[in-house]
T-cell receptor
């Protein structure tokens, strides 16, 4: 069993839909990161959080430390949100999830 | 600032050759990371420097891989000798303080070893 698991692995949505991507982890952590990797390959850090919730534009990230779970929400999704979203946790070491591939169609 | 700069963007080399990847972190960032991404294994941390000193190199696959950071504005990742299984995209990232601050990624170097 992977120490960081994401679900779903693949996600297809229509433009405008509300999207949720989940990340569960089994190790003690001090922080959790959400990354976005565009089809061209570039990686952008979206959020780093250790408690509660953060919001940036249409993106919202939440974390529940007790349940060892984080969610990334996208409101009013758009085709330009199509990317791979990667969860990573930092504890003793940095561990990456396998990513969620999101495709948003017009 | 231009962001994290990696070179080259693409590298094709023959098995057995030495390969050197280069990275210039964002000015003022104290931490630098080298990652490798493959289809099979996803993103993996290879090595992490803080203030030019290697802090965690547990992800370096074997002795063929070495990384240096001679100063705050430059790092190299060297593979010698290269093997086809080293083919991957190698990313460099920097942050102000380790894993606990936002990391900024370079565009990556796509390495193909034939």
């Amino acid at each position: 069993k992977n120490e960081v698991e994401q679900s779903p692995q693949n996600l297809t949505a229509q433009e405008g839909e509300f999207i949720t991507i989940n990340c569960s982890y089994s190790v003690g952590i001090s922080a959790l990161h959400w990354l976005q990797q565009h089809p061209g390959g570039g990686i952008v850090s979206l959020f780093m959080l250790s408690s509660g919730k953060k919001k940036h534009g249409r993106l919202i990230a939440t974390i529940n430390i007790q349940e060892k779970h984080s969610s990334l929400h996208i409101t009013a999704s758009h085709p330009r949100d199509s990317a791979v979203y990667i969860c990573a946790v930092t504890g003793d070491k940095l561990i990456f999830g396998t990513g969620t591939r999101l495709q948003v169609f017009p | 600032d231009a962001g994290v700069i990696q070179s080259p963007r693409h590298e094709v080399t023959e098995m057995g050759q030495e390969v050197t990847l280069r990275c210039k972190p964002i000015s003022g960032h104290n931490s630098l990371f080298w990652y490798r991404q493959t289809m099979m294994r996803g993103l993996e941390l290879l090595i992490y420097f803080n203030n030019n000193v290697p802090i965690d190199d547990s992800g370096m696959p074997e002795d063929r891989f070495s990384a240096k950071m001679p100063n705050a504005s430059f790092s190299t990742l060297k593979i010698q000798p290269s093997e086809p299984r080293d083919s991957a995209v190698y990313f460099c990232a920097s942050s102000t303080e380790g894993y606990y601050t936002e990391a900024f990624f370079g565009q990556g170097t796509r390495l193909t070893v034939v």
